[in-house]
Nanobody, 122 residues
Framework: VQLQASGGGLVQAGGSLRLSCAAS????????MGWYRQVPGKQRELVAT??????????DYADAVKGRFTISKDNAKNTVYLQMNSLKHEDAAVYYC??????????????WGQGTLVTVSS
């Protein structure tokens, strides 16, 4: 299973970016898919996740991004998106996607994408 993230780049403060992360490989289902970010010298932190269960889909956000970022998932494409609006300097980081995957052999693993850099300028 591989996760391919894309969409990072340079944006002015107040601007928007949309990140994408596509999962491919021997996938039976993905229950949790989300985004984390990391800046040098700090721990990786959760940004947003989407969790699919029997009762529906739950979206969770870090307090720092609530109201500005929106996570969504295309189940048919095993792809998660992060729409980031009103970007602030403190949003600059390497963004990593993560997925909790049940493979076709019924085993489970968590996977990380390669990271995509978001830079926010003045």
């Amino acid at each position: 299973v591989q996760l391919q993230a894309s969409g990072g780049g340079l944006v002015q403060a107040g601007g928007s970016l949309r990140l994408s992360c596509a999962a491919s490989g021997s996938i039976f289902r993905i229950t949790v898919m989300g985004w984390y970010r990391q800046v040098p010298g700090k721990q990786r932190e959760l940004v947003a996740t989407t969790t699919s269960g029997t009762s529906g889909t739950r979206l969770d956000y870090a307090d720092a991004v609530k109201g500005r970022f929106t996570i969504s998932k295309d189940n048919a494409k095993n792809t998660v998106y992060l729409q980031m609006n009103s970007l602030k300097h403190e949003d600059a980081a390497v963004y990593y996607c993560n997925a909790n995957v049940q493979r076709r052999d019924s085993t489970w693993s968590a996977y990380w994408g390669q990271g995509t850099l978001v830079t926010v300028s003045s």
